[in-house]
């Protein structure tokens, strides 16, 4: 397997387009079935902050999240393609994330998972998100930035 580097906000709308269409069919419920990925992955590259694993030229790995003035930081995209799943790459991009919400004094990370998604969610735990709010369609998870995480 090649090196994987780690980097912030270098790709380019073809590139998060590419990888989330690679991704679509391990997201659950699929990704095409809620999004627009084209029109997704041009929000993405155009209001996010970005959060890149890359495998020399592709995007294998992807944090997306706004970042907003009330403090609080929104995750909108976490996606790791297949032949890189299981070896901590979404960890990593995560913790990334919450370094850089702690450098903008942010109080809280947010993000939403299908309740289905029992692997996403067990993964979300473990890292300090908690359960805010639940329907049938999705859970609301949140990680308080300003409580000291393991």
Not at 61 to 84: D, H, M, Q, R, W
Not at 121 to 139: A, D, H, P, R, W
Request: charged share 15%; with cysteine; proline share 2%.
């Amino acid at each position: 397997m090649s090196k994987v580097t780690n980097h912030q906000q270098t790709a380019q709308h073809s590139d998060i387009e590419a990888h989330l269409l690679s991704c679509d069919a391990l997201f659950t419920p699929k990704l095409s079935s809620y999004v627009n990925i084209h029109a997704y992955s041009g929000k993405i590259a155009s209001n996010a902050v970005t959060f890149e694993a890359w495998s020399q030229k592709n995007l294998i790995g992807l944090v997306a999240a706004y970042y907003n003035t009330s403090g609080e930081v929104f995750i909108t995209n976490v996606s790791i393609t297949k032949p890189f799943t299981g070896q901590g790459i979404a960890r990593t991009l995560i913790m990334q994330c919450i370094k850089k919400a702690k450098e903008h004094s942010a109080t809280s990370i947010c993000l939403e998972v299908h309740p289905s998604n029992t692997s996403a969610l067990l993964f979300y735990k473990k890292l300090g998100f908690t359960i805010k709010e639940q329907n049938s369609m999705t859970v609301n998870m949140s990680y308080n930035l300003e409580i000291a995480h393991g």
